[in-house]
Structures are given as C-alpha cells and as structure tokens.
C-alpha cells in the first residue's frame, strides 16, 4: 500500500524535514559575496549552542570521516604516539586514519556494546601516558553506544596533560547535551547527515586554542583539509575551496528549526524517541546490544535471533517502507540497527514498532497485538519529563 515516504530509521542520512528539503533547491549564491557570509556567519552562531564552544566552527566539504581525517592530519606529526579507544568500527575507523598518516597507535580495546571505561583509561595512563593524542568515540554507530566522553576527557587530562583530545561527535552532536570546553576536548568532529536534518556533504569540526596552536607545528601532509586555510578563509566569511552551498543552505535550516525547538526540546525528542525504540524492541523479543547505562539516545542496535530468518522479515518491513539498518564490521549479518536521530518524532518510532509487530504477528512469531507499541509509549511515559504530546512539537 502507498505510504507518502519511506520511514527512514537508519543512523544517517536522516529524513529531511521539508522546510530543509526546500532549501536545498534555492538558487546558487557567489560563494564570495555578502550572503554566503551571512550563511556561513549564521551556522556558526548556531552550532556553537550545540557544540558547546565558544570558537568557531569550521565548514568543511565532506563526508564526516574527512573531517575525521581533517582532525588527525591538522594536529599530529608522524611518529607521534597515539591512543585510541574504539568502541565499534567508528572507532576502528579513527585510530585507522591516524595510522594512514604515520601515527604510532595503541588500541585500549573495548568489547563491542561495551563503552570506553574510565577507570580502563586511568589503568592504562597510570603506567604510560606519553600521548600526543587520544582519540574518542562520542557515540559509537556501530553498537548504539554512547560514551562517557566528560569523564574519559578528564581522566586523559590529568594524567596525560600534553595530550590533545580528538573526538568523534558525529552521530550524536546535536541531539544529545555536549560541552566541548567544558569537557576540556581539543577537536570535535560532526556531520551533516546525522541530527543536523541534511543532506550528506557537509563536516563541521571545531577546535581548542591547544589543537589550533597544534596545527601550526604538526607535519602530517594536508592541503584540501588544511584547517589553517579553512580558518584564515572564515574571518573573511568564505571557504578556500568552493564548498556544498546547496548543504549549507539545508544545515543552516535545519539549526533554524532546532534554535525553534530549543536544545532542551530537541534533546527530549531524542531521549523520548529512544526510550520508545528500546522498550518496543526488547517487548519484540530482541535483546538490544548496547549497555543500557550507555544506550545511545540517537541508535539502537539490537541482536537478530538466532530462530528468526532476518531475510524474510526485514523484507517485510522494507515492502511496507520501515527501513533499518544492518550491522557493521564483525556484527554484520548479527544485528541490525534503529536510527532515532535527526527530524524524527515519536510516531515515526511507533509507526516503525508498530509494522514490525505486525510483521512479527504475520510471520507467527510469539507477540501480542498492540503489546510492543504500548511498551514503547510507555516507556516515554514513565522518562517522566517527556510526554508524548509535547515530544511532537518537532519540525514541520
Ligand atoms: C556516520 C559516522 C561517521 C562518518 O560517516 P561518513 O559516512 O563519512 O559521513 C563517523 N563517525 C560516526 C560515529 C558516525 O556515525
């Protein structure tokens, strides 16, 4: 049957709100003129809120992992000595790219569905804490866990003071609280693809007065992301290179909505909408990945069953357009994963809970009408602070 759009739950990209969808259809602007500065000036004022930083934000033309790589190539030298703490293929990916570039990395591994344990980091630092960096996951897509990121930040400062910390904050700035001065973090990495409400195209990366006065010495070879350009071309309101104008018209929507809907109100939405995933999840049957103490407020994953054919019944969702996610790395073809970030609204989250126990009902697996939905909104019910009427306030 016809459904207007796809119910797109997958951790990016994120449906577009269609105010944002419009505005990626506008007429092009000089990428040298008056208005683009005022864009660029306005996405800045914007993000800082959500960054939780007072220095600028840089733009950058690319995926998230360019600004990954912008992050690694603009603070560190070759040879230096690196840890990194990968918590998922995220993290795989980061401490990946700094030894692309010649770093000296140590892996702190934790178990996958497991988040990067401060005490693990205090452990290791304690006998060996000569890093030039240490590389952080807010929140890892993979497993649907988020980070202690505050509390890792402080341990790697006071028993690695010379140490620059880079975090990954791609699927989870903007739709959970962050502070990166406050936390002390030295270069925070996001992507417009993920709770901004874009399209894919844009990295947006902020830096501390440490990591820029690191980019000044570091020797890693770097010109397209060359944050030095990037930031020399910003105080004259342009990019070096000719940037996603088109991206930033939707970004720039996009933080509209949110400054609309306020920090407060959009974090909620969030944590709302995840609490609605988990509990209709596990009252499926799943059993979910991710430690709950650290269960991601904008990804779920969950285990698919050993007794249930995943080809079959994630067919069944697609023909009645719920759309997830597979596994990634070593939990490819094990689990699969709910998006809830971005422009999504408590009903989306019903609505997909709802076709899959309809699904699950069809295909005669154990589940009772109505049961998985009904955990799900109250579960929103019981977070106390939300209720489902005001978590619909989200954007039109
Ligand atoms: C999506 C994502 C990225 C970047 O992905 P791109 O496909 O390069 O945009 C990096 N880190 C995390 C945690 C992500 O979720």
New binding site residues.
Partial sequence: MYRFEPNLRI??PTHLPPGVREAGGRQMINHRGPEFAALMARIDRRMRVFFGTEQEIILLTA????G?EAAVVNTLSPGDRVLAMPTGA?GD?FAKIAGVYGADVTRLETEWGRAADPAALRAHLAADADYRAVLL?H???STGVTNPVAALAAVARELAPGALILV?G??ALGAVPFEMDAWGLDVVIT?S??AWMAA?GMSMIALSERAWAAAEEARMPRFYFDLREARKSAASGQTPWTPAVAVMYQVDAGLALMEAETPAGVFARHAACAAATRAGLETLGFRLLADPAFASNTVTAAWIPEDLDWKTFNGELKARQVILAGGQGKLKGKIFRVGHLGAVNLDDILGAIGVMEEVALGLGRPAEPGSAVGAAQRAVLAAGEIHPVAAQGAPA
């Fill in positions: 951790p990016g995926a998230g992992t360019g990954l995220f990916r996951t929140n890892e897509t990954d791609v699927s992507g693809q993920k894919p």
